[in-house]
């Protein structure tokens, strides 16, 4: 069975960080791009990071540029996603995804069309 399961989200303030992580099971890992999306109240889903699974390039949407980094392990068959300096417009659902070709936005995230497998998301509020 495919399993993405996200963890590490929560509430922090303005300014503050998280680290969110994906564990993966019932694939190939290492064939896979692995993304982060996220979907704001009253928004559509959007793409907000991805990484490479063969070479580990990694892709960022224009709005977090700078401020997120993503990384693999494939030992583990995880991905995590580095939050930092977080703003309000960052609260959202995040999610992660399983892409075998993955395919970018003009605003540079991934797109989420072509995504192959799901996980069910962690929230991230940022408040004062």
């Known amino acids: 069975e495919v399993q993405l399961v996200e963890s590490g989200g929560g509430w922090v303030q303005p300014g503050g960080s998280l680290r969110l992580s994906c564990v993966a099971s019932g694939f190939n890992f290492e064939d896979y791009s692995i993304s982060w999306f996220r979907r704001a109240p009253g928004k559509q889903r959007e793409g907000v990071s991805a990484i490479h699974g063969t070479d580990g390039t990694t892709v960022y949407e224009d709005s977090v540029k700078g401020r997120f980094s993503i990384s693999r392990d494939n030992a583990n068959r995880t991905v995590y996603l580095q939050m930092n300096n977080l703003n309000y417009d960052d609260t959202a659902v995040y999610y992660c995804?399983?892409?075998?070709?993955?395919?970018?936005?003009?605003?540079?995230?991934?797109?989420?069309?072509?995504?192959?497998?799901w996980g069910k998301g962690t929230l991230v509020i940022v408040s004062s």
């Open positions: 995804g399983a892409q075998w070709a993955l395919t970018t936005t003009t605003s540079g995230g991934p797109d989420r069309y072509g995504v192959d497998y």
